[in-house]
């Protein structure tokens, strides 16, 4: 897949028109992937002009690389807020040449995975798995996007703050496997959310299962400590 831009100076009808179609082609590539997605079926789901696709994006490819970055976008959103606060703390610590204690590790990780949980179970991830599912299984340069500007960004934060609990360097292959570990363990209740609901005989997730699936992640971190043979 060719990559092809063609930004147009935006203006608040051009701004809407952008939005929905990037906002439907979330939807629409992620059930049906890149090649079942026509421009018309885009078009219709957006409820725009068949025209629009290649006016603003360049044709079909190149709204798919705007839907992974619209979609790093979005979900960067979400988590901006915990995400800046626990960067800046570790930057002050870095220019200090101060170490991250465990226990304020633990506190972090503790509440960016009861944020994370939240955001994996709600209505509006399950377009956003579909699309990182499709873009996980056979990668392009849309998955690059989503990667450079959510994934690996948050990987790499969990990654410093597990090896701070486990008292390892982050970049070491051990925490770079526990780290991945510790998110599939998270990410499992969007991509296995059928499974999830059916094991756990729930028929839906509310406010009592999401208190139950963050007092479970807390629990993930609280149990966090180096495995036998591993360094201390």
């Known amino acids: ?71 790093a976008g979005v979900v960067a959103g979400h988590v901006a807020e ?38 994996f179970v709600s209505r509006e991830s399950e377009a956003w798995a579909r699309f990182i599912i499709r873009e996980q299984l056979e990668p392009t340069a849309a998955f690059e996007r989503v990667y450079a500007g959510i994934m690996g960004p948050m990987i790499n934060m969990g990654r410093r703050l597990i090896g701070a609990i486990l008292k390892d360097d982050p970049a070491s292959e051990n925490v770079r496997l526990r780290s991945l570990s510790f998110v599939g363990s998270l990410l499992v209740f969007r991509m296995a959310n059928a499974a999830v609901l059916a094991q756990m005989e729930w028929d839906h997730i509310g406010e009592e299962q999401i208190a139950k699936l963050q007092a479970h992640a807390r629990n993930l971190v609280a149990v966090l400590e180096p495995a036998k043979g591993e360094p201390e």
């Open 1 to 71: 897949m060719k990559e092809i831009s063609n930004a147009k100076t935006d203006t608040p009808r051009s701004d809407a028109t952008r939005e929905k179609l990037l906002a439907a082609a979330l939807d629409v590539f992620g059930r049906y992937g890149f090649d079942g997605a026509s421009t018309r079926k885009l078009a219709d789901a957006a409820g725009v002009n068949l025209q629009a696709i290649p006016y603003y994006f360049g044709g079909k490819e190149g709204l798919y690389i705007a839907t992974a970055e619209y979609l």
């Open 82 to 119: 915990i995400r800046h606060r626990v960067g800046r703390h570790l930057a002050e610590l870095d220019e200090a040449n101060m170490p991250l204690n465990a226990s304020q590790a633990r506190l972090f990780l503790t509440e960016i995975v009861e944020t994370m949980v939240v955001l």
